[in-house]
């Protein structure tokens, strides 16, 4: 008879203790298919009857009576936890997400610590304000306090980066929290719970409930004992989480998607451009809502830049996590690939050239890989900006490029979509960089680089791509309340 498989089952984390649940869900390794994890199907009674909100409520008065120093240490004494076990969750991010183990190691766990050290420093050096009316004999000055229990739901695509990002600001600012991370990407939080204590942070501090967002993200979100709900996810689970706060009049910080120009001029450094823009279009499978997913070049350059980029696409390598040569993993998910691969169907339908990629290229994956979630870099032209192809978030690795001939022309297409989260512009010319910075509709501009981030400045998008900001003074503002307090002498 054949040994019966064993599956890492996680537990939830509520009140300082691990707390096994009745139901889970199948988590998949998406660089096989196969089932390896199962996660708690939470819902109501775990985060209401089980308590992870009133352990959260119940630990808030101690927690935030505490200095921003002696609740720095803690942060910083969990960073030191997480690097020293950084290995571990390196290979648990890269088996759980599908990423690779380079990027993993590169990105994803060590800005995971710097979150903690970051929030840690940060939060000591926000001043507050003052205003004197000496006629009056009156002076004003203005407090921050912090909220309560934060509800903190955070995405698959960026893990443990993500959710820490936004526990970090929580806790340093003397919030408690009731997380929960996606449920198809878990096994990091559930392994940064058994830091915990070690770390300091006392029970019921931070809460971790696992599950679907339609069941514990819910139950989270519609809980009146949640003041201040903070996301990153898609735009149609953002207004699920809007209309369901509304009754409650919660305080909300939204990151959602985007569909990334980057605006490439005559004058650019081509080389840089391609390099930079093929890592834009590509890293982390194309999920980071960061992602170049429209190009725009102007023609002179259009028929250069196309052949070089569809050359340095076809070099981005894409196969198992674990192998140290490939640039790409495995997408999350077997439905998520299915959908990635239906925009590349469609734009095919519409008449587009597909010219490397999906359909084009075969993937050469070894045997245990063969049932994964893989696709290659994928660039698409000749598609016009009406199309869903060009419109929606894709999420993948998939990017379309298009020629422009003015300025004018490239600034409103540019635009022309419901999402405002970044964009990049290549060229030399100072005066046009900060024309088409002003110009364009997004919360972020990168000008000849991508992804250069200063955690102090404000990361967040307009339009559909979200409310609110998240950074040093702006995650700042969102978890503390301002009280204004006058005093006549």
Same mark, same amino acid.
């Given at each position: 008879?054949?040994?019966?498989?064993?599956?890492?089952?996680?537990?939830?984390?509520?009140?300082?203790?691990?707390?096994?649940?009745?139901?889970?869900?199948?988590?998949?390794?998406?660089?096989?298919?196969?089932?390896?994890? /199962?996660?708690? &199907?939470?819902?109501?009674?775990?985060?209401?009857?089980?308590?992870?909100?009133?352990?959260? /409520?119940?630990?808030?008065?101690?927690?935030?009576?505490?200095?921003?120093?002696?609740?720095? &240490?803690?942060?910083?004494?969990?960073?030191?936890?997480?690097?020293?076990?950084?290995? &571990?969750?390196?290979?648990?991010?890269?088996?759980?997400?599908?990423?690779?183990?380079?990027?993993?190691?590169?990105?994803?766990?060590?800005?995971?610590?710097?979150?903690?050290?970051?929030?840690?420093? @940060?939060?000591?050096?926000?001043?507050? &304000?003052?205003?004197?009316?000496?006629?009056?004999?009156?002076?004003?000055?203005?407090?921050?306090?912090?909220?309560?229990?934060?509800?903190?739901?955070?995405?698959?695509?960026?893990?443990?980066?993500?959710?820490?990002?936004?526990?970090?600001?929580?806790?340093?600012?003397?919030?408690?929290?009731?997380?929960?991370?996606?449920?198809?990407? @878990?096994?990091?939080?559930?392994?940064?719970?058994?830091?915990?204590?070690?770390?300091?942070?006392?029970?019921?501090?931070?809460?971790?409930?696992?599950?679907?967002?339609?069941?514990?993200?819910?139950?989270?979100?519609?809980?009146?004992?949640?003041?201040?709900?903070?996301?990153?996810?898609?735009?149609?689970?953002?207004?699920?989480?809007?209309?369901?706060?509304?009754?409650?009049?919660?305080?909300?910080?939204?990151?959602?998607?985007? /569909?990334?120009?980057?605006?490439?001029?005559?004058?650019?450094?081509?080389?840089?451009?391609?390099?930079?823009?093929?890592?834009?279009?590509? @890293?982390?499978?194309?999920?980071?809502?960061?992602?170049?997913?429209?190009?725009?070049?102007?023609?002179?350059?259009?028929?250069?830049?196309?052949?070089?980029?569809?050359?340095?696409?076809?070099?981005?390598?894409?196969?198992?996590?674990?192998?140290?040569?490939?640039?790409?993993?495995?997408?999350?998910?077997?439905?998520?690939?299915?959908?990635?691969?239906?925009?590349?169907?469609?734009?095919?339908?519409?008449?587009?050239?597909?010219?490397?990629?999906?359909?084009?290229?075969?993937?050469?994956?070894?045997?245990?890989?063969?049932?994964?979630?893989?696709?290659?870099?994928?660039?698409?032209?000749?598609?016009?900006?009406?199309?869903?192809?060009?419109?929606?978030?894709?999420?993948?690795?998939?990017?379309?490029?298009?020629?422009?001939?003015?300025?004018?022309?490239?600034?409103?297409?540019?635009?022309?979509?419901?999402?405002?989260?970044?964009?990049?512009?290549? @060229?030399?010319?100072?005066?046009?960089?900060?024309?088409?910075?002003?110009?364009?509709?997004?919360?972020?501009?990168?000008?000849?680089?991508?992804?250069?981030?200063?955690?102090?400045?404000?990361?967040?998008?307009? /339009?559909?791509?979200?409310?609110?900001?998240?950074?040093?003074?702006?995650?700042?503002?969102?978890?503390?309340?301002?009280?204004?307090?006058?005093?006549?002498?």
């Amino acid at each position: 008879m054949p040994k019966p498989r064993s599956y890492l089952v996680l537990e939830n984390y509520i009140g300082g203790k691990f707390v096994s649940c009745g139901n889970h869900i199948d988590s998949y390794d998406p660089s096989t298919g196969e089932v390896y994890c /199962k996660v708690p &199907d939470s819902g109501k009674e775990e985060v209401e009857k089980y308590a992870a909100v009133a352990a959260a /409520k119940e630990a808030f008065p101690d927690w935030s009576a505490r200095s921003p120093q002696q609740r720095g &240490d803690v942060l910083n004494k969990l960073a030191d936890l997480i690097e020293a076990n950084m290995e &571990d969750l390196v290979q648990a991010e890269s088996k759980d997400q599908g990423k690779t183990v380079t990027f993993a190691r590169t990105v994803d766990i060590p800005r995971s610590a710097y979150n903690f050290r970051f929030f840690a420093s @940060s939060v000591l050096h926000h001043t507050t &304000d003052c205003s004197q009316m000496d006629h009056m004999g009156c002076l004003n000055y203005t407090v921050r306090c912090p909220v309560g229990v934060a509800g903190l739901i955070s995405p698959w695509n960026l893990p443990l980066y993500l959710l820490t990002w936004k526990i970090a600001p929580a806790i340093a600012t003397g919030n408690t929290v009731v997380a929960k991370p996606s449920e198809m990407t @878990s096994v990091t939080a559930w392994m940064m719970c058994k830091l915990l204590e070690e770390a300091g942070v006392p029970p019921g501090v931070v809460n971790v409930v696992f599950g679907t967002g339609q069941r514990a993200g819910d139950a989270l979100v519609g809980h009146p004992d949640v003041p201040l709900i903070s996301f990153t996810g898609s735009t149609a689970t953002a207004q699920r989480i809007t209309e369901r706060s509304a009754p409650y009049c919660k305080k909300l910080s939204l990151e959602l998607g985007g /569909k990334n120009p980057a605006i490439i001029f005559a004058d650019a450094d081509l080389e840089q451009c391609v390099e930079t823009t093929i890592r834009s279009s590509f @890293s982390n499978q194309g999920e980071i809502c960061l992602c170049t997913s429209r190009i725009y070049v102007e023609r002179s350059i259009y028929s250069e830049f196309l052949e070089k980029f569809v050359a340095a696409a076809r070099k981005w390598k894409t196969g198992a996590p674990s192998d140290p040569s490939n640039n790409n993993g495995a997408l999350i998910s077997k439905e998520h690939l299915e959908k990635v691969r239906s925009f590349v169907a469609l734009a095919k339908s519409e008449g587009a050239v597909i010219h490397c990629g999906e359909g084009v290229d075969h993937l050469d994956l070894p045997e245990a890989n063969k049932s994964g979630y893989f696709m290659p870099p994928t660039v698409i032209s000749g598609i016009p900006d009406s199309s869903r192809v060009m419109q929606e978030e894709i999420f993948g690795p998939v990017t379309c490029v298009c020629p422009f001939d003015t300025e004018d022309e490239a600034v409103a297409r540019g635009n022309g979509v419901r999402y405002g989260l970044s964009a990049t512009v290549w @060229s030399r010319d100072v005066g046009r960089v900060h024309r088409l910075a002003q110009r364009l509709q997004a919360g972020l501009v990168w000008t000849n680089c991508w992804l250069v981030r200063d955690l102090n400045l404000p990361f967040g998008g307009m /339009k559909h791509s979200g409310v609110g900001r998240e950074g040093g003074k702006d995650s700042y503002h969102f978890f503390t309340e301002v009280k204004s307090i006058t005093i006549k002498h």
